[in-house]
Structures are given as structure tokens and as C-alpha cells.
């Protein structure tokens, strides 16, 4: 993908003035460092588990909607600073969930990406367009609709924020697990740029660059930000000499400013991003040809690859070899405009936000993981559209009692075009009981085709406030009310296959049996109301000035899901509303003249009809049906600690640990793991349902950690130079709903290191890293298939490369 492609000449020229012209971005210590508030644009929340400021130089945030001491928030939340980010070369959702241990990120693909905080939010079976997340994301201030949204690369950052625990009475919008708060830097009214170019092996390359400064001076701002990334695929296709899974994505970011009148500013942003990749593939782990039980499980999968005379790769995932020979790729573009208006009235400020977005998704898969043809398609497209208003009024200055107000709408539409094909392998490789004239008329070339549109139109109205009891006890409330309308409908048809005439009336019936299996015709609407209320109540108090004690009790909600897809006999089209009670305390301390930052939380959180997405085999054929449904009861609890320490001012050392014990507390109707499922068995051995009551759940390792250090070193009052490293690690966990033993994940570590030298106080900057220094060889998800066969996304090897940073 060309980066000029994408822009204009004019545009192309701006990037190259922000990435050569001036001077590098600053690798200074950073520990995670939340940076104060900039002004004149309110910003949600930043970090109160981050570094400690420098004494008496206090860390300003507005994780309640107003400007507050950092360690005086009583809210478990971790952010991380541009500068920090920037050391680390984190750009993606993903790479940062490294140095927040209760933030879990992975992906089958783009579109069916899992966000957890503290184990809750998503599970990790595939995205269904009906059900929403639990943890919300927003970017300025503006929510994004879909975990899609988030996979692009970010660009000009001023921090990245991880508020644990439901969110619901500011944030809203489906925060029962958390939410992920991202803001970009301002508009500057004094002209600079800063831009980076790195390149490494495997191809990669990257750059990243922005301008900023006056249009009109004192009254009007803008800022643009560029960003392209390639990188070749880490996997090679030895069906057709390709290397696959590579990276191609470049985003656009353009701000204005305008402070027309003293405490009014209007920003307006727009951006466009694009990627492309050839991916998702899944790798061959190995395979088991016999229940639990030890019955043999009939038509396994090295029995198919026999009939079909293949010869299948190795069992070799980290060979980094597949044979696909279906096309397969991952394509996705996103754009938006948003604008946002701050009055200062004196004794409150006025907020509004509007904005409106859309998401495109464009895949192709090759499901079957081999190189006969028999899933030559398998794909659901999205069309997302959205709209978003909010309006707040918040008092200003600290009185006795704090207070803030406001309103949210929203609307959102997702389009879902899916698609089937079956090619000529297939009825050997599905049906091989049945006479070869029947099986090939029903499968080879059968498509199916479907339909889905399900709208969501939501309404709020919200309040918060804080009462200074005395200036060490203060006790915050909050209350929001949510209405929500839910539509949609839902068509399938059988669109293409050969003609059945030529079959016998018994032979025909059991072609189109067949068809019906593989892809049953079906068309329904349905439509579903709302309404909920979210709540919070705060103590905290602080006995001695550097130390914050407080408890939290919490509800967070999240609307009714709609079924839009193939749903079995007895399962509801709606599914329930889910409801998060969360139990909190905390201690946030600072100590030893603010060089050392140590902060602790402990949570409790009960959820009732946890929605989920089930994977279910039906009995006696080779087919899924995939649907959302409740779960009755789900709990989660455990600790966070976060450490920051910096001894001196050229050193500082990190830390995090989490624990989450997340279980299903009542779930009588869960899948059954593959292993355990043997059809040709009476109940319970053939049943697709298990008793999952007690159980992990999936897609959580139970515990997690991180640690980090930076240091520097001047050699000369115009050189110095610096280092950075982090390590991180997961407990195992499971990719799979049912929690087959083949699914789960094994614990693994990663090490990341970078070591650079910078010039004249960071207006040049040189560095080189390593991105799993180690070359760990790790799984990022684990697939079971009713054959036997377990199959895998893997996670990137160890990559090399260097950095060349300027700004002024």
C-alpha cells in the first residue's frame, strides 16, 4: 500500500515537513505518566496508578468530568502517556494491553476481537453484530460502536487511559466490565512538528509524522497527523510461494481549534484510516482421533485428509507454514467527524460533543486449513454507521459540593452481508456415507447467502456529584438513566448449487436435507425496549495527605442483544439486559517526597445474565450454529497492585500485578468441549450442553503482570543516552467457550527492550529495539474443530529494527 496513494500532494509534503524537518520526540524517563490536562478542550480520564510527579508538581486529571489531583481520584484506572507509549513503540490496543495487566486483548481476526478488563466484557467466541461489548471505547471524547474500531494503528497520542470497573453513570454506553479512554494531542498555537521513520526486518516500516501551529493567531489552530505501517507476513503459503499475515495500514487525523471568544473553544476533528491484510489463517497444532471416553470419534479429520489422497503439512505451527489455496484476506476502513464545544459560564462549563462515524469490514477466509477446496468462502461483511450527541454542564472550582448533569444519544446501524461457498472437495470431505451423486449435487458449489440490520437508538440522562463532607471525607453519587430501542431483521437463502432434477425424489430429499444442515432458510424480524438505570456511590478518605483510602459500590447495565442469525428451537430472538454489581476498595498512596507510587484495589463484581456468544455443534452433522444467549450468573474478583518508583531522576522502575478469579456461578446450558461430545452416545454423552457451573471463564488468565525500567545517562550536555525495557506475563487461559482442554492457551512471557542515544535535549533521537527480544514461540488464540483437528493464531515473532524520531 503506497502512502502517497492515500493523500494528496500537498498533504504527502506536510507529513514529510513533520517527519524531517525538525526534532525528535523525547525519550525522557517515563513511567507511565499521566500528563496534566490541557486546556481549553476537557479530557476524560487520565491516570491515577501512574508515575509519581516530581514533588509538588501535581499530576492534574478529569477522570469525574472535572479537573482533580491524580491520587486524589478515588478510581481504579491506568493510562499511559504519548511519551510513554512513544518509548515503548506501542501504537496498537493490543501492544498496550502489556503494561495493564487487567486489560486483555486478542483476535481471531480484526472484526472478532476480545476486550476484557478484570475478565469481564467480551467472551471469545466470534463477534455477533447483535450483542455489544462490555468495555467501551472512545477516542476524544466519542464512542465507538464496534471492537472492530479499535484495530487501527493510533496516531499523535497524548494518552490512553484503562478505567476498571463498570463506568456506567459518565461514561455510559455499555461500560459494565470498563472502559478504554483515548486522547489525542491539541491543536498547538505555536508552530511544531514531530515525526519518526523506523524500519526492521520482515519488511517492516513505519511513519509517523504531525504539524501543528496558528491559523490565525490567538483565535484559530490545526493539526494534522499521518501515519503508514507495513509489514510483510510473518507466515509463508506454500500453495502459492507468498509470505501471508502481513500489515498494511495508514491513518489521517486533521484538528481545528477555535477560541473565538475567552472561555469558548470549538474543536472539530476528522479522521480516515485504512488496512489490509492477508490474514486470518489458522495453523495446524495437532490432532486426537477419540473421545474422552475413548470411543473413536467417526470421520475424523486424518480419516478425511486419507479419503481426499492429501498429505497434509507437518503438525508445526511455529514452521510458520500453510497450504491454503482459498483466498484470504482482511480488509477494513473506518472515517468519522466529530466536534466538540467547551463554554466556561464562570460557575460551570458547558460540554457538547457530536459525532458521527462509519466502519467497513471486507474478509475472506479459508476455513477448512488445508489446501483442498472444500469452505471456499466463509464471510460476514459489516457496514457500521453511527451518530452520537452529548451534552454536559459541570460545575467549576471545588465548593462543598461538586456537581455535573447531562443528556446522551445515540444511534447505530450495522449491516452484516454474509456468504457461504462449498467447492469440490466438499461432499467427500462432509458427506462420505452418503452416495457420491447425492452428496456432490447438494455441496459442491451450494452457496448460501444472508442479511442482517440490527439498529440500536439509545437515549441518557446522567448526574454526578461530590459532597466534601470535610476536606478529608468526601462522599461521590451518581445516577443515569438509559432508554434503548432495539430492531432488526434477519434473512438467509439458499442462492446457488447444481440443479436437484436429475436425482430420484428420495435422493432429492436428501440433497436438500443436506443443504438445510449445512445452511437453513429462514426470515424474521423482531424488535425490543429498555430501560435501566446505572448507579455509583463513593467514600474516600484520606487520613494523611499522600494517602487515599476509598470503597466503591457500583451498577453498570448493558442493553438487550438481538438474535439475528440462525437460532435452534427454544432460543429467544432477545436477549436479556446484563447487570454488573461491583464491590470496590482501594488505598493510593505516595511516599518518600512522591519518588515512589504504590496503589492497591480489591473488587468483587457479580453479573447477572452475562450475554455470550454459544458455539454449538448440532448432533449428527458437521455444523455449527452460532447465537448469543445468557448466561444466569458470572463472578469475577481479585486485586490490582500498581508500583512506580523513581529513585532518581535518570531511573524508574514499574510494576503491575492482577489477579482475576472469573467464574460461571450458575450455567446449567454451556457448550459441551468436543473431546466430551460423542454423538453416537444416549444423554449426556451426545447432548451439546454441559453444566458449566464453577468453571473458569474463557479468554481470562488468572493472573497477569508486568514490569518495566528506563534510564538515561548525559554524556555531554548536547548527548544522552537512554534505555528502555519491559517484561509481561499471562497465566493460561482458554480461546475456546467450551473450555476444551485443547483450547487452552498456555502462560507465556514477552521482553521487549530499546536503547537510543538523543541529541541536543531530544531534537534528534536514534534508537534501536526488539520486540519479543526472546523470539518466544507463543499461541494467541486455540481453535477445536468436531474432527479433532486444533488449530491456531500465532503470535509475531521476535522483530528487529530502528527509529529515527525528530521534532521542533
Same mark, same amino acid.
Given at each position: 500500500?503506497?502512502?502517497?496513494?492515500?493523500?494528496?500532494?500537498?498533504?504527502?509534503?506536510?507529513?514529510?515537513?513533520?517527519?524531517?524537518?525538525?526534532?525528535?520526540?523525547?525519550?525522557?524517563?517515563?513511567?507511565?505518566?499521566?500528563?496534566?490536562?490541557?486546556?481549553?478542550?476537557?479530557?476524560?480520564?487520565?491516570? /491515577?496508578?501512574?508515575?509519581?510527579?516530581?514533588?509538588?508538581?501535581?499530576?492534574?486529571?478529569?477522570?469525574?468530568?472535572?479537573?482533580?489531583?491524580?491520587?486524589?481520584?478515588?478510581?481504579?484506572?491506568?493510562?499511559?502517556?504519548?511519551?510513554?507509549?512513544?518509548?515503548?513503540?506501542?501504537?496498537?490496543?493490543?501492544?498496550?494491553?502489556?503494561?495493564?495487566?487487567?486489560?486483555?486483548?486478542?483476535?481471531?481476526?480484526?472484526?472478532?476481537?476480545?476486550?476484557?478488563?478484570?475478565?469481564?466484557?467480551?467472551?471469545?467466541?466470534?463477534?455477533?453484530? +447483535?450483542?455489544?461489548?462490555?468495555?467501551?471505547?472512545?477516542?476524544?471524547?466519542?464512542?465507538?460502536?464496534?471492537?472492530?474500531?479499535?484495530?487501527?494503528?493510533? %496516531?499523535?497520542?497524548?494518552? %490512553?487511559?484503562?478505567?476498571?470497573?463498570?463506568?456506567?453513570?459518565?461514561?455510559?454506553?455499555?461500560?459494565?466490565?470498563?472502559?478504554?479512554?483515548?486522547?489525542?494531542?491539541?491543536?498547538?498555537?505555536?508552530?511544531? $512538528?514531530?515525526?519518526?521513520?523506523?524500519?526492521?526486518?520482515?519488511?517492516?516500516?513505519?511513519?509517523?509524522?504531525?504539524?501543528?501551529?496558528?491559523?490565525?493567531?490567538?483565535?484559530?489552530?490545526?493539526?494534522?497527523?499521518?501515519?503508514?505501517?507495513?509489514?510483510?507476513?510473518?507466515?509463508?503459503?506454500?500453495?502459492?510461494?507468498?509470505? %501471508?499475515?502481513?500489515?498494511?495500514?495508514?491513518?489521517?487525523?486533521?484538528?481545528? &481549534?477555535?477560541?473565538?471568544?475567552?472561555?469558548?473553544?470549538?474543536?472539530?476533528?476528522?479522521?480516515?484510516?485504512?488496512?489490509?491484510?492477508?490474514?486470518?489463517?489458522?495453523?495446524? #497444532?495437532?490432532?486426537?482421533?477419540?473421545?474422552?471416553?475413548?470411543? +473413536?470419534?467417526?470421520?475424523?479429520?486424518?480419516?478425511?485428509?486419507?479419503?481426499?489422497?492429501?498429505?497434509?503439512? $507437518? *503438525?508445526?505451527?511455529?514452521?510458520?507454514?500453510?497450504?491454503?489455496?482459498?483466498? =484470504?484476506?482482511?480488509?477494513?476502513?473506518?472515517?468519522?467527524?466529530?466536534?466538540?464545544?467547551?463554554?466556561?459560564?464562570?460557575?460551570?462549563?458547558?460540554?457538547?460533543?457530536?459525532?458521527?462515524?462509519?466502519?467497513?469490514?471486507?474478509?475472506?477466509?479459508?476455513?477448512?486449513?488445508?489446501?483442498?477446496?472444500?469452505?471456499?468462502?466463509?464471510?460476514?461483511?459489516?457496514?457500521?454507521?453511527?451518530?452520537?450527541?452529548?451534552?454536559?454542564?459541570?460545575?467549576?472550582?471545588?465548593?462543598?459540593?461538586?456537581?455535573?448533569?447531562? +443528556?446522551?444519544? *445515540?444511534?447505530?446501524?450495522?449491516?452484516?452481508?454474509?456468504?457461504?461457498?462449498?467447492?469440490?472437495?466438499?461432499?467427500?470431505?462432509?458427506?462420505?456415507?452418503?452416495?457420491?451423486?447425492?452428496?456432490?449435487?447438494?455441496?459442491?458449489? =451450494?452457496?448460501?447467502?444472508?442479511?442482517?440490520?440490527?439498529? /440500536?437508538?439509545?437515549?441518557?440522562?446522567?448526574?454526578?456529584?461530590?459532597?466534601?463532607?470535610?476536606?478529608? &471525607?468526601?462522599?461521590?453519587?451518581?445516577?443515569?438513566?438509559?432508554?434503548?430501542?432495539?430492531?432488526?431483521?434477519?434473512?438467509?437463502?439458499?442462492?446457488?448449487?447444481?440443479?436437484?432434477?436429475?436425482?430420484?425424489?428420495?435422493?432429492?430429499?436428501?440433497?436438500?436435507?443436506?443443504?438445510?444442515?449445512?445452511?437453513?432458510?429462514?426470515?424474521?424480524?423482531?424488535?425490543?425496549?429498555?430501560?435501566?438505570?446505572?448507579?455509583?456511590?463513593?467514600?474516600?478518605?484520606?487520613? #494523611?495527605?499522600?494517602?487515599? &483510602?476509598?470503597?466503591?459500590?457500583?451498577?453498570?447495565?448493558?442493553?438487550?442483544?438481538?438474535?439475528?442469525?440462525?437460532?435452534?428451537?427454544?432460543?429467544?430472538?432477545?436477549?436479556?439486559?446484563?447487570?454488573?454489581?461491583?464491590?470496590?476498595?482501594?488505598?493510593?498512596?505516595?511516599?518518600?517526597?512522591?519518588?515512589?507510587?504504590?496503589?492497591?484495589?480489591?473488587?468483587?463484581?457479580?453479573?447477572?445474565?452475562?450475554?455470550?456468544?454459544?458455539?454449538?455443534?448440532?448432533?449428527?452433522?458437521?455444523?455449527?450454529?452460532?447465537?448469543?444467549?445468557?448466561?444466569?450468573?458470572?463472578?469475577?474478583?481479585?486485586?490490582?497492585?500498581?508500583?512506580?518508583?523513581?529513585?532518581?531522576?535518570?531511573?524508574?522502575?514499574? +510494576?503491575?500485578?492482577?489477579?482475576?478469579?472469573?467464574?460461571?456461578?450458575?450455567?446449567?446450558?454451556?457448550?459441551?468441549?468436543?473431546?466430551?461430545?460423542?454423538?453416537?452416545?444416549?444423554?449426556?454423552?451426545?447432548?451439546?450442553?454441559?453444566?458449566?457451573?464453577?468453571?473458569?471463564?474463557?479468554?481470562?488468565?488468572?493472573?497477569?503482570?508486568?514490569?518495566?525500567?528506563?534510564?538515561?545517562? $548525559?554524556?555531554?550536555?548536547?548527548?544522552?543516552?537512554?534505555?528502555?525495557?519491559?517484561?509481561?506475563?499471562?497465566?493460561?487461559?482458554?480461546?475456546?467457550?467450551?473450555?476444551?482442554?485443547?483450547?487452552?492457551?498456555?502462560?507465556?512471557?514477552? %521482553?521487549?527492550?530499546?536503547?537510543?542515544?538523543?541529541?541536543?535535549?531530544?531534537?534528534?533521537?536514534?534508537?534501536?529495539?526488539?520486540?519479543?527480544?526472546?523470539?518466544?514461540?507463543?499461541?494467541?488464540? &486455540?481453535?477445536?474443530?468436531?474432527?479433532?483437528?486444533?488449530?491456531?493464531?500465532?503470535?509475531?515473532?521476535?522483530?528487529?529494527?530502528?527509529?529515527?524520531?525528530?521534532?521542533?
Amino acid at each position: 500500500m503506497s502512502f502517497h496513494s492515500h493523500v494528496p500532494a500537498w498533504l504527502a509534503g506536510a507529513s514529510l515537513v513533520a517527519l524531517f524537518a525538525g526534532a525528535a520526540q523525547g525519550q525522557t524517563v517515563q513511567l507511565a505518566a499521566a500528563t496534566p490536562v490541557r486546556t481549553p478542550v476537557a479530557e476524560a480520564p487520565v491516570d /491515577t496508578d501512574a508515575a509519581p510527579a516530581a514533588e509538588g508538581d501535581d499530576i492534574l486529571v478529569t477522570a469525574r468530568r472535572r479537573t482533580e489531583r491524580a491520587q486524589d481520584v478515588p478510581i481504579a484506572l491506568s493510562a499511559i502517556s504519548g511519551e510513554t507509549l512513544a518509548a515503548r513503540g506501542d501504537y496498537r490496543l493490543d501492544q498496550i494491553q502489556q503494561v495493564v495487566p487487567a486489560l486483555q486483548v486478542f483476535s481471531f481476526n480484526p472484526r472478532n476481537t476480545n476486550i476484557n478488563i478484570r475478565g469481564l466484557g467480551s467472551n471469545v467466541a466470534l463477534t455477533n453484530d +447483535g450483542i455489544e461489548n462490555g468495555v467501551g471505547l472512545y477516542i476524544d471524547g466519542v464512542y465507538y460502536g464496534r471492537p472492530g474500531q479499535s484495530q487501527f494503528d493510533l %496516531v499523535d497520542l497524548e494518552r %490512553v487511559e484503562v478505567l476498571r470497573g463498570p463506568q456506567g453513570t459518565l461514561f455510559g454506553k455499555n461500560t459494565t466490565a470498563g472502559a478504554i479512554n483515548i486522547s489525542s494531542l491539541l491543536p498547538s498555537f505555536e508552530t511544531e $512538528a514531530q515525526g519518526e521513520a523506523s524500519f526492521g526486518d520482515y519488511g517492516y516500516r513505519q511513519l509517523r509524522g504531525s504539524l501543528s501551529g496558528p491559523l490565525v493567531d490567538g483565535l484559530a489552530a490545526a493539526r494534522i497527523s499521518l501515519a503508514e505501517t507495513h509489514r510483510d507476513g510473518f507466515l509463508h503459503n506454500v500453495t502459492t510461494g507468498s509470505d %501471508v499475515h502481513n500489515y498494511d495500514d495508514f491513518t489521517a487525523r486533521g484538528q481545528l &481549534l477555535v477560541t473565538p471568544l475567552s472561555g469558548l473553544s470549538i474543536r472539530l476533528i476528522g479522521d480516515y484510516s485504512n488496512q489490509r491484510q492477508q490474514c486470518c489463517i489458522n495453523l495446524p #497444532v495437532s490432532v486426537f482421533t477419540s473421545y474422552a471416553n475413548g470411543a +473413536g470419534i467417526a470421520n475424523n479429520w486424518l480419516q478425511r485428509v486419507a479419503r481426499a489422497g492429501y498429505t497434509p503439512l $507437518a *503438525f508445526d505451527p511455529f514452521a510458520r507454514k500453510t497450504d491454503a489455496n482459498s483466498p =484470504f484476506y482482511a480488509i477494513m476502513d473506518t472515517w468519522g467527524l466529530s466536534g466538540e464545544v467547551n463554554y466556561d459560564l464562570g460557575g460551570a462549563t458547558i460540554t457538547s460533543i457530536t459525532a458521527g462515524r462509519h466502519w467497513n469490514w471486507y474478509p475472506s477466509n479459508d476455513a477448512d486449513v488445508t489446501r483442498l477446496s472444500v469452505n471456499l468462502q466463509s464471510n460476514q461483511q459489516n457496514f457500521q454507521r453511527q451518530f452520537s450527541q452529548e451534552v454536559r454542564i459541570a460545575s467549576n472550582g471545588s465548593a462543598r459540593v461538586d456537581w455535573l448533569i447531562g +443528556g446522551y444519544y *445515540f444511534w447505530q446501524v450495522v449491516r452484516g452481508v454474509g456468504s457461504a461457498i462449498y467447492g469440490a472437495d466438499a461432499p467427500n470431505w462432509l458427506y462420505p456415507t452418503d452416495a457420491p451423486v447425492v452428496s456432490d449435487a447438494a455441496v459442491n458449489g =451450494f452457496t448460501s447467502r444472508s442479511r442482517s440490520d440490527p439498529h /440500536t437508538r439509545s437515549l441518557a440522562a446522567f448526574a454526578q456529584t461530590s459532597w466534601h463532607i470535610t476536606p478529608r &471525607l468526601s462522599l461521590t453519587t451518581g445516577l443515569r438513566f438509559t432508554h434503548e430501542d432495539k430492531w432488526g431483521s434477519y434473512v438467509s437463502v439458499q442462492t446457488d448449487g447444481k440443479s436437484l432434477a436429475g436425482l430420484t425424489a428420495a435422493q432429492a430429499t436428501r440433497a436438500q436435507a443436506i443443504r438445510n444442515g449445512l445452511a437453513p432458510q429462514a426470515n424474521y424480524s423482531v424488535n425490543a425496549k429498555d430501560d435501566s438505570w446505572s448507579w455509583l456511590a463513593t467514600l474516600s478518605w484520606k487520613p #494523611v495527605d499522600d494517602v487515599l &483510602l476509598y470503597a466503591t459500590n457500583s451498577r453498570g447495565t448493558k442493553s438487550q442483544g438481538l438474535n439475528l442469525t440462525t437460532i435452534p428451537a427454544g432460543v429467544s430472538a432477545v436477549v436479556d439486559p446484563e447487570q454488573t454489581d461491583n464491590y470496590e476498595i482501594g488505598l493510593k498512596s505516595q511516599l518518600f517526597h512522591h519518588t515512589l507510587t504504590a496503589n492497591l484495589a480489591g473488587f468483587w463484581a457479580d453479573v447477572t445474565n452475562y450475554q455470550t456468544t454459544i458455539v454449538q455443534q448440532v448432533i449428527g452433522t458437521n455444523s455449527y450454529i452460532n447465537y448469543i444467549a445468557n448466561i444466569p450468573k458470572v463472578r469475577s474478583r481479585g486485586f490490582e497492585a500498581d508500583l512506580a518508583w523513581q529513585p532518581i531522576a535518570a531511573l524508574g522502575l514499574t +510494576g503491575a500485578l492482577a489477579y482475576t478469579d472469573a467464574t460461571y456461578r450458575n450455567y446449567p446450558n454451556g457448550p459441551t468441549p468436543v473431546e466430551a461430545l460423542n454423538p453416537t452416545t444416549a444423554q449426556p454423552g451426545g447432548s451439546p450442553l454441559q453444566n458449566m457451573s464453577g468453571q473458569r471463564l474463557a479468554g481470562v488468565p488468572k493472573w497477569s503482570a508486568s514490569l518495566g525500567t528506563d534510564a538515561s545517562h $548525559a554524556l555531554t550536555d548536547r548527548i544522552t543516552l537512554y534505555g528502555h525495557a519491559d517484561w509481561s506475563w499471562r497465566s493460561d487461559y482458554y480461546t475456546v467457550a467450551s473450555n476444551s482442554r485443547y483450547g487452552l492457551v498456555p502462560s507465556y512471557a514477552l %521482553v521487549n527492550a530499546r536503547i537510543g542515544v538523543q541529541l541536543d535535549k531530544g531534537k534528534f533521537d536514534l534508537s534501536v529495539w526488539a520486540r519479543n527480544l526472546l523470539d518466544k514461540n507463543y499461541f494467541q488464540t &486455540l481453535s477445536v474443530a468436531n474432527t479433532g483437528l486444533v488449530s491456531a493464531i500465532l503470535g509475531d515473532p521476535r522483530t528487529l529494527g530502528a527509529t529515527l524520531r525528530t521534532k521542533w
